[in-house]
């Protein structure tokens, strides 16, 4: 079959990326459930919003950390194995949560256990195989790889929520765990590691380029020095410190406490979680358009318009939900647009300074500080909901957090290029070339003359080539 496929005029990893995506759908699908199971729990156990909100924001934290060893376990061993091997334990806790009693098998299950593997199915799995597989059309598959999330929402919420009014919450547990179990086989059967396994090329690679090899590193020293290399640069900071926000304003806020939010204005928890449905038909348009916008425009200009939007699109809610449908909607166009529409730019912006070499793992843990955004908000909105009985606070929190993200992220790329340097391994020319354009940036806004522009340029080169072998 795969001999087959790999002869048809439609590259291979056109494949991998549906594969990838379904993967993720499944993944996005088990992480939108909390939403809806948060009532319906709170009804059977007695538990307040603050207990479930723990469960969730262990899952959270957990999917963001493993994320970074994730990467690292596929760049050691294989992406397939990974896959399984977390789809499994997504069928496997869902099916175990039907059977719980206390508050602490829901923290072991759905904090602990779904936490890992979703991890393990998130945005690193999505870097690595668009970095792999596409040289050309990358911005535009790793929109649609993030677009899953926004799928799984479309897909699974509507059908979740019904489940849980008509016939019980464990029956939409079930579902979800059906699920995981329906992709594994195809995951099995059809999906590989790099191009070269099958004797391609990454689509629109250069005939003379080489592939990365696989690496033989240890997966947990080659996370820490993931880190490590991160940690050294201004840039990581910048892009952890806005994703950190980005968490703390979608899956941390929104994805949890939305349901909940609309149910205490009214509305059925039905209806709420259409809505929620329909933000992830608008993050399905806005995610791809804003892959396809990462390849031909300035990222950070693109996030800093993403993170604009969605801070006064949170500014509105509380008066929307206590207004009309109408308004209601315009803050669902509005936020769904850019749900998740950040994912792609910052991955790019990852590739672009750390290398695509470094970007699975690096951009692993720039998505863990993400999640650790997510479980901050999940908790903290759970928290003041039982104090202050209302999410009023916490929606103005989150616009005015996004409004900070929209000047951190300008500031990318604006200072001190060293700690890009020591973090890309190996260097190359295109690497030389940009950090010294970088080091005589702004030649001609000073009203100097090409040449001595073009001579700056060589000497900045030439001193930043030297600096490399001074190292070795």
């Known amino acids: 079959m795969i001999a087959r496929l790999t002869r048809s005029r439609l590259h291979y990893g056109w494949i991998i990326a549906a594969i990838t995506f379904l993967a993720l759908l499944t993944s996005a699908g088990m992480r939108s459930t909390p939403g809806v199971l948060m009532v319906p729990l709170e009804r059977e156990f007695g538990w307040n919003t603050a207990t479930v909100s ?22 050691r061993f294989s992406i397939r194995r990974v896959m399984i091997a977390a789809l499994l334990l997504i069928a496997l806790a869902a099916s175990l949560t039907t059977i719980m009693k206390a508050a602490w098998q829901l923290d072991l299950l759905w904090g602990i256990m779904v936490g890992l593997a979703t991890g393990s199915l998130a945005s690193v799995l999505a870097a690595i195989v668009a970095n792999r597989w596409f040289v050309q059309r990358r911005g535009l598959v790793m929109g649609l790889l993030t677009a899953s999330n926004a799928t799984g929402q479309l897909v699974f919420l509507p ?6 009014v008509t016939m019980g919450w464990r029956a939409a547990a079930w579902v979800t765990a059906g699920a995981a179990l ?70 941390g806020l929104i994805g949890t406490h939305l349901i909940p939010a609309s149910m ?9 979680a259409s809505m929620l449905a329909l933000i992830g038909v608008f993050d399905l348009i806005g995610t791809t358009i804003s892959g396809w916008l990462s390849d031909r425009l300035d990222n950070r200009w ?11 699109s949170l500014l509105l809610l509380p008066y929307a939900l206590g207004s009309t449908y109408l308004t209601l909607a315009v803050f669902i166009v509005f936020y769904g647009l850019d749900w998740v529409a950040t994912v792609p730019p910052t991955t ?3 590739a672009d300074i750390f290398g695509k070499r470094n970007v699975g793992i690096v951009f692993g843990w720039i998505f863990a500080a993400h999640q650790l955004g997510a479980a901050t908000a999940s908790f903290g909105a759970g928290v003041l909901r039982t104090v202050l009985g209302n999410y009023q606070v916490s929606f103005l929190s989150a616009g005015i957090l996004c409004l900070v ?15 890009e340097l020591l973090a890309r391994e190996p260097y190359s020319w295109e690497c030389y070339c940009w950090q010294a354009s970088q080091d005589c940036y702004g030649v001609e806004h000073h009203h100097q003359s090409w040449r001595t522009a073009c001579t700056r340029f060589c000497c900045a080169l030439i001193q930043r080539k030297a600096a490399y072998w001074q190292r070795q």
């Not at 693109?302 to 006064?312: D, F, I, S």
Request: proline fraction near 5%; hydrophobic fraction near 45%.
């Open 54 to 75: 723990l469960a969730v924001s262990i899952n959270l934290v957990l999917y963001g950390l493993s994320g970074p060893f994730a990467a690292a376990l596929m760049e």
């Open 159 to 164: 059908l979740l929520a019904s489940l849980a």
């Open 264 to 272: 205490d204005h009214g509305i059925p928890e039905v209806t709420a």
């Open 302 to 312: 693109l996030l800093c318009w993403y993170y604009g939007l969605r801070g006064l």
């Open 182 to 251: 329906l992709i594994a086989p195809l995951v099995a059967l059809l999906m590989r590691e790099r191009p070269g396994d099958i004797g391609l090329r990454p689509y629109g690679a250069d005939p003379d380029s080489k592939e990365v090899a696989q690496t033989t590193a240890n997966p947990l020293t080659a996370a820490l020095q993931g880190l490590t290399r991160g940690l050294r640069s201004r840039d990581f900071w910048l892009l952890a410190g806005s994703f950190f926000i980005c968490g703390a304003t979608t899956n």
């Open 348 to 350: 790019r912006l990852t």
């Open 405 to 419: 993200a929209s000047g951190m992220v300008i500031r990318i790329g604006r200072g001190s290029r060293d700690a």
